[in-house]
T-cell receptor
Framework: TQLLEQSPQFLSIQEGENLTVYCNSSSVFSSLQWYRQEPGEGPVLLVTVVTGGEVKKLKRLTFQFGDARKDSSLHITAAQPGDTGLYLCAGARSGSARQLTFGSGTQLTVLP | GAGVSQTPSNKVTEKGKYVELRCDPISGHTALYWYRQSLGQGPEFLIYFQGTGAADDSGLPNDRFFAVRPEGSVSTLKIQRTERGDSAVYLC?????????????FGPGTRLTVL
C-alpha cells in the first residue's frame, strides 16, 4: 500500500488545456516535494513545500500544500507537449527527514 | 561531471548471479541514497548514507542486498543470488547536508534485468 496516493494515474490532454494532479495521504509530512521524471532519466525536483496552506508558482505550474500537511496538488495552466512526463510527489516525515516516501506517480501526456 | 552518474546504465544477469551497481554522487554531497523503481511505480527507498556510514538501511528488502560507501563518495549497491523479482531500475541520489529540506539530485538509474 502506497503511503502517498496520486491521482489520476494517467492523464492525456490536448495542448492548451489545464489540469490538476493530486497527492493524498493519511500521514502528516514535514515537507513535500514534486518531481518530474522522463523516460530513462531520474526524477528532477520541481518544488519543495513546507508550510501548511503554502502555494508556490513556477511559471505555468502552481503547487499547493494542504493546511494539515497531508495532501498536495499540482496545477498546470495551458499545458504544452514539453510538460509530458511522470509527475511524482514525495514526502518527508518528522524523524525520518532523510527518507523520502514517493507516490506512484501521474503519467501526463500532452498532445500537440 | 556535474550530476550524479550511475554505471552500468543497463545490466542483464541470470537468476542466482551476483551484481554490483555503482553510483558517483555530486562532488561535495555528503548524503547518498539508493532507491528502487519498478515499472509503473514511484521510487522506493532502500538505504541512506551520511558520509561513509549507512544512517538508515530500513528499506533494504532482505539480506541479499548490501551497499557500501567506503570513502564517503562513490557507493556500490550489491545484490547476491539475484531473483527475477529484483528486476527494476535502481536509482541513486545525493544531497548536500547543508541543503534545506533534503533536496535530492538523482542519477539516470541502472536498469537491472534478471532472467
Amino acid at each position: 500500500t502506497q503511503l502517498l496516493e496520486q491521482s489520476p494515474q494517467f492523464l492525456s490532454i490536448q495542448e492548451g488545456e489545464n489540469l490538476t494532479v493530486y497527492c493524498n495521504s493519511s500521514s502528516v509530512f514535514s515537507s513535500l516535494q514534486w518531481y518530474r521524471q522522463e523516460p530513462g532519466e531520474g526524477p528532477v525536483l520541481l518544488v519543495t513545500v513546507v508550510t501548511g496552506g503554502e502555494v508556490k508558482k513556477l511559471k505555468r505550474l502552481t503547487f499547493q500544500f494542504g493546511d494539515a500537511r497531508k495532501d498536495s496538488s499540482l496545477h498546470i495552466t495551458a499545458a504544452q507537449p514539453g510538460d509530458t512526463g511522470l509527475y511524482l510527489c514525495a514526502g518527508a516525515r518528522s524523524g525520518s527527514a532523510r527518507q523520502l516516501t514517493f507516490g506512484s506517480g501521474t503519467q501526463l501526456t500532452v498532445l500537440p | 561531471g556535474a550530476g550524479v552518474s550511475q554505471t552500468p546504465s543497463n545490466k542483464v544477469t541470470e537468476k542466482g548471479k551476483y551484481v554490483e551497481l555503482r553510483c558517483d554522487p555530486i562532488s561535495g554531497h555528503t548524503a547518498l541514497y539508493w532507491y528502487r523503481q519498478s515499472l509503473g511505480q514511484g521510487p522506493e527507498f532502500l538505504i541512506y548514507f551520511q558520509g561513509t556510514g549507512a544512517a538508515d538501511d530500513s528499506g533494504l528488502p532482505n539480506d541479499r542486498f548490501f551497499a557500501v560507501r567506503p570513502e564517503g563518495s562513490v557507493s556500490t549497491l550489491k545484490i547476491q543470488r539475484t531473483e527475477r523479482g529484483d528486476s527494476a531500475v535502481y536509482l541513486c541520489a545525493s544531497s548536500s547536508t547543508a541543503g534545506v529540506y533534503n533536496e535530492q539530485f538523482f542519477g539516470p538509474g541502472t536498469r537491472l534485468t534478471v532472467l
